[in-house]
């Protein structure tokens, strides 16, 4: 996990073959030639994506999440007792908008 990028990111030692880029393209992650890594964007779909591909099982057998221990981020926010925006907030307007 790349927080700082907001990326979940897979690195091969070696160009993976054919049918390991088709399972990481089919759970939507992309090839990242800047970083030489297979990413997309740090959610929590991605960390479920991540736990049900084959190619980057851990020997251990855990899943990657239990080998990142990141929790939800809105179960993050609910635990520190910050609300939760689900929209952006609307401004009202200003100056001649206001007068029309």
């Known amino acids: 996990m790349n927080r700082e990028d907001n990326r979940l990111q897979v690195f091969f030692d070696g160009k993976p073959d054919a ?3 088709a399972e990481l393209k089919s759970s939507g ?3 990242a030639p ?3 890594a297979w990413q997309r964007q740090l959610t929590d779909n991605a960390i479920r994506a991540a ?26 926010m609910r635990e520190q007792g910050e ?14 908008d206001a007068e029309r």
Do not use: M, N, Y
């Not at 084959?54 to 929790?71: A, D, G, H, T, V």
């Not at 609300?83 to 001649?96: F, L, Q």
């Open 34 to 36: 800047s970083v030489g």
């Open 51 to 76: 736990d049900r591909l084959e190619c980057i099982k851990p020997l251990s057998s855990e899943k990657p999440s239990q080998l990142q221990k990141k929790p939800s981020i809105l179960q993050t």
């Open 19 to 21: 049918d390991i880029r």
């Open 83 to 96: 609300k939760v925006k689900t929209e952006p907030e609307k401004k009202a307007p200003s100056g001649r």
């Open 29 to 31: 992650f992309r090839w």
